[in-house]
């Protein structure tokens, strides 16, 4: 790596550790489009694991309320396990050229459905009907993309939870497909130990900027919060396609 590497690196983390602080979800969606931009996939996933793990505990226990999302969700969050061992094994086989075009275009759907702000409630049957889909192909497309978002917030913002329950479930999710993702990519040997070093020393500036993207949280309005971070997602996105496409 070289300076301006290092420099993407530490952008990354600033700005997804802003987002993670602001609205409680999006580290690692906001994160690798940046790296991804200067670093291969294979790369740019294993750094952005550690740091991950480690805000989205933090969040965890602001929020609370963990053992009743884990009894209400724990289908969703199991069934995520094999679809992203699936991910993860298609991943290092494939041209991570292809890889960087499926993250562009699972930021952007996901940004147009959120800016679109249609909402829809799931009834009692069809929220037990739809976990184990929900969570395995929540797994397959974070093993690919890195991305943990999808379908799983669109699911769970579908069921009206409260915010703190929101957030506890989303980032339960979030945590376990990271560990996997940990074990996954160390046995592939994408996890060296100057690349597990390197996210050790990135924990700085992500802790420090969470913290303070907490703070500032409570003195903008959530609509603001909400429009300008899906706005850089949706950014993000059209970015990586047209750096593949040019």
Known sequence: MDGIDYIFILIAYVVAA?????????????????MALRLDLKVAIPLVIIPSIVSNIVVMIQAGRFR??????????VSSVPGLLIGLSILV???????????????IAYAFWALSNKSFSLSDKWERNLKLPTGFCTGFINGLTGSQVMPSLPYLLSLNLPKNDFVQAINISFTLSS?????????????????????VGGLVPVLTTVYFAGRLQKRLTGELHRRLVLGFLLTMGLILLLKLMG
């Open 179 to 199: 560990f996997v993702m940990l074990f996954g990519m160390n046995r592939l040997g994408h996890l060296p130990p100057s690349t597990f070093l390197l996210a």
């Open 18 to 34: 802003s987002i993670k602080g602001l609205t409680g979800i999006g580290f690692s969606t906001s994160c690798l489009p940046i």
């Open 93 to 107: 086989a494939i041209n991570t050229v292809a890889a960087k075009a499926m993250l562009g275009l699972v930021l």
């Open 68 to 77: 009743e999302a884990l009894r209400r969700f724990w289908p969703l969050y």
